[in-house]
């Protein structure tokens, strides 16, 4: 089977089907091992005391943010340059799990910075860009819903989205061009983290366990878009045959 | 005893309490929403089959 096989929709509810048990099996088993290790097996820091347990949460959804972006950028790129069937399928399901990865990002950054900075929020860069980035999400979902045709709607969504990208290198290096509150990297450093082992080891599993969550909901959100978009199909079809009385039902599918 | 020291989370409690409830909440509402829209739409397809509305791949398939 060649990989554009996997372009076919009704290829990939097949093998998204069998493919699910499993993600969402090992899923919950690393959520079970990182929760473990994020509250009896991690120490508490020498600074932050237990508070840095938020890490374990805020970290992961704040790289799902950006992976779930990354990947509506790739996403995009083949709607615009390879015109793949399922691309902007992908791109449309990522979107609401990308906003909800960055508000848990922005909501645990918070409740993490009030007993730690003293305050809920301030306008520094590293803070800014995310809410940007959360902001963008819900414009991208917006535009969406706004336009009845998807592929007209995949294509005006991919180009917003690829002019988007350029606040993902911005998010990332942050604290690098300007000063600011939020801290530096610690993990994804040139010389390697900078982080012990025993709070970068449960920090590492929790990431994997968001990832899995990720990719999980992710195929189920595109197997509900193909199957939306078979919905539409076959409501205008049986508004073709009976035009009359069908007129209903095609408003209705549109409106969806 | 680990019951007690899991609860013993230092004097910002609340704040990891709730940092980690919200995000539960997050996740629910996530999976909820994929459950309940996928019932949706194979709820739209059965009454479309019920009305005698198919893929014509189907159609093909049986021929």
Known sequence: MALIDLANPTRFLSLSRALLPWLTGLCVLAFAVGLYMAFFVAPEDYQQ??????????????????????????????????KHPLADVSAKAAAPLGAAFTFMSLITGSLWGKPM??????????????????IMYLGLMALWRTMEDPIKAGKAAAVLTLVGALNLPIIKFSVDWWNTLHQPASVMRMDGPTIHPDILWPLLVMALAFTLLFFVLHLMAMQNEILRRRVTALRQRAAAIRPATATASVRSAAAE | MALFEFLDLGPHAAFILWSYGICLAVVIGLIAWVRIDRARQEAALRDLEAQGIGRRSGARTQA
Request: proline residues 2%.
């Open chain 1, 49 to 82: 005391g237990d508070t840095v347990r938020i890490m374990y949460i805020h970290v992961p959804a704040a790289w799902l943010a950006m992976m779930c972006y990354s990947i509506m950028a790739l996403s995009s790129l083949g709607t615009l340059v390879w």
């Open chain 1, 117 to 134: 900075w003293g305050t809920y929020w301030v306008w520094d860069a590293r803070l800014t860009s995310v809410l940007v980035l959360f």
